[in-house]
């Protein structure tokens, strides 16, 4: 088989394929095997259907000649494709084929290729990352987020401000005429998590005044379901709130609360000293508790500004790809979004529907975001492919030998079985290709120049990244789209990171 690739207009190509006659030849009695042990004929055992009579059924030599020509163009065209080096993107489109009785036989295929872009400035790029020293003020505030956790309510004899507890009766009657009737509530003044106005008309209290509040429909609420144990039923809505009110006088119905304020507490913190640290951690003293929280903190810093340092630079050498990305590319990674939330949703046992109603967006907007996501995929994924072109960056044998080490002993394999496995498959050139973006992409972060927010040079070896070992932030050498996940969420695991009831 000979082959060639023509270069049209865009990312089109058109591939000529030509097939000598011993290969059309093998075509056919591989055909004329599968046909002879599908085909039921009586008297004829299954294999053993003679060639003559299945080129009878199907209409003649010419017509089963066809048939195995139609059968042998997907592995053909996949031999053209490697024999050509190209890259498609896209399914082929080929040409009907209506090949001679005899002799060898030609086909035309239009196919859409990967197109190769440029990063020009590459090797400029300024990479901004969040500051990782740990101011001490950081400390403290985790320090007073432990000592508010192990707080306690001392009752006192003053108006209630805002911080305090207050234990309350409420009675009233919703909009559509409910009673309501809910003792000892245990509230957090200021939590904003009770009815509406609530907070305001507590403010200034004493303990044992009665207040009274009116709360427009279109304003109600739940009340926060903690009580002191004697309060609502959890599955009651105390507010009320249930079903459509009738007007009065076509005036705006409302909720009517009558509030007893039982009595007032405020929160004691405890003084943060050597035996709290002792009682509040495995630690013997408060200093050695700042300092354990110091590090904790500082290894969430570190996360993060390694996070943000891997995303912002692939961004940056994205965004000096100036090509829109091929929309095939962009429906195709959609469409492997797609299909992987899909599953996900599906593990959870949870649709499409409920999931974009929890979420609050219509599947619409969810598209959409999806959408903006695989485009920016795409274009990473160029502009990737794009510097490992200029830099030559190569992936060897020898690595990917190493590779397949890894993944044998995290799954307890063999590692020349798994190349096996990959090989029959022909994924091994797609591994070759993700192992050499990933290559790329730590070339980059080991190459852009970082900067705090000041714009201050911050050194690789202080992020706790040395040259060739960027890739162990990398993960696995998967695509670069989902490379760009978002550095999020770090501020919520800093009180994880820093709870001493957390350490192991």
């Known amino acids: 088989m000979r ?4 270069q049209l207009e865009g990312n089109q190509v058109r591939v000529s394929v030509e097939v000598d006659e011993a290969e059309v030849d093998e075509a056919v009695r591989q055909t004329v095997r599968r046909l002879s ?24 030599p010419a017509a089963l000649r066809r048939e195995a020509i139609r059968e042998a163009i997907p592995d053909l065209f996949a031999r053209a494709v490697q024999d050509t080096e190209l890259d498609p993107v896209a399914a082929p489109r080929i040409d009907e084929v209506s090949p001679a009785p005899r002799g060898p036989v030609v086909f035309d295929a239009m196919v859409e290729v990967r197109p190769r872009v440029s990063v020009p400035g590459y090797a400029g790029l300024v990479v901004t990352v969040p500051p990782i020293a740990v101011e001490e003020s950081e400390v403290s505030e985790q320090i007073d987020r432990l000592r508010e956790q192990s707080g306690e309510l001392a009752a006192v004899e003053r108006p209630a401000a805002a911080g305090d507890w207050v234990t309350i009766d409420v009675q009233g009657t919703s909009p559509s005429g409910e009673e309501i ?24 209290v004493l303990p044992g005044s009665e207040i009274e509040l009116a709360v427009p429909p279109g304003h109600l609420e739940d009340l926060d ?4 144990g004697t309060g609502a039923d959890p599955g009651e809505d105390p507010s009320g709130q249930s079903g459509a009110a009738e007007t009065s006088g076509g ?23 050597d035996s709290w640290a002792a009682e509040t951690s495995e630690l013997s003293t408060l200093a050695e508790l700042r300092d354990d929280i110091r590090d904790r903190v500082r290894q969430v810093k570190l996360l993060s500004a390694r996070m943000a340092l891997r995303e912002r630079a692939l961004d940056a050498l994205s965004a000096l790809v100036a090509e829109d990305p091929p929309e095939s590319m962009v429906e195709s990674e959609l469409a492997e979004s797609l299909r992987r939330l899909g599953y996900e949703l599906e593990a959870r046992r949870m649709t499409v529907e409920s999931y974009v109603a929890m979420t609050g967006r219509s599947e619409a907007e969810l598209v959409a975001e999806m959408r903006a996501q695989a485009e920016r995929s795409v274009r990473a994924d160029l502009a990737l492919r ?20 890894a993944l044998a002993e995290r799954s307890g394999t063999n590692a020349a079985k798994e190349r096996e496995r990959v090989e029959r498959g022909g994924g091994l050139p797609a591994v070759r290709s993700e192992r050499r973006k990933a290559k790329a ?15 201050r040079p911050v050194a690789a070896e202080d992020l706790g990244i040395s040259a060739g070992g960027a890739g162990e932030e990398q993960g696995s050498a998967g695509g670069a789209g989902e490379e760009q996940g978002s550095a999020g969420g770090v501020g919520e695991e800093l009180d994880e ?7 192991s």
């Open 251 to 273: 005036e705006e119905p409302v909720a009517r609360y009558k509030v007893l304020v039982k009595d007032v507490q405020m929160k004691v913190l405890p003084e943060p000293t």
């Open 441 to 455: 992409l730590e070339w980059l972060i080991e190459h852009v120049e970082i900067v705090d927010e000041e714009g």
């Open 181 to 204: 009737d809910v003792a000892d509530y245990l509230y957090e003044l200021g939590s904003g998590s009770a009815i509406p106005g609530l907070d305001e008309c507590l403010v200034g």
């Open 497 to 503: 990171a820093v709870d001493p009831e957390e350490r």
């Open 37 to 60: 042990r599908q085909v039921r004929v009586p008297g004829f055992r299954p294999g053993k259907v003679p060639r003559q009579i299945l080129e009878a059924r199907m209409g003649g």
């Open 3 to 6: 082959a060639t690739a023509e």
């Open 386 to 405: 794009a510097l490992a072109d200029a830099e030559a960056i190569e992936v060897t044998d020898s690595e990917l030998d190493e590779m397949f080490a």
């Open 225 to 228: 379901q903690s009580t002191s």
